[in-house]
């Protein structure tokens, strides 16, 4: 993974946060989680040949991300 792909992550997480309304919004602790989080799947993803053009056509995998961790916080 190079510099540009976590560019890409870190804008992809920072836009997703952005859908979320006023008060659901990840903090900024989550938004870092979320794109370490988003990272390691493509990191994983990219073993099999999985691109983020793979991802984005299934599903909004940083939006997910950011879900992913508020769940894990909530659940704390």
């Given at each position: 993974?190079?510099?540009?792909?976590?560019?890409?992550?870190?804008?992809r997480?920072?836009?997703?946060?952005?859908?979320?309304?006023?008060?659901?919004?990840?903090?900024?602790?989550?938004?870092?989680?979320?794109?370490?989080?988003?990272?390691?799947?493509?990191?994983?993803?990219?073993?099999?040949?999985?691109t983020?053009?793979?991802?984005?056509?299934?599903?909004?995998?940083?939006?997910?991300?950011?879900?992913?961790?508020?769940?894990?916080?909530?659940?704390?």
């Amino acid at each position: 993974m190079n510099q540009n792909d976590l560019n890409e992550i870190a804008h992809r997480v920072a836009s997703a946060a952005m859908e979320f309304a006023p008060g659901h919004r990840p903090t900024a602790a989550q938004a870092a989680d979320a794109a370490a989080m988003l990272r390691d799947m493509m990191q994983a993803a990219g073993m099999h040949g999985v691109t983020f053009a793979d991802f984005d056509a299934v599903a909004h995998f940083a939006r997910l991300a950011i879900q992913l961790v508020q769940s894990r916080d909530e659940s704390r």
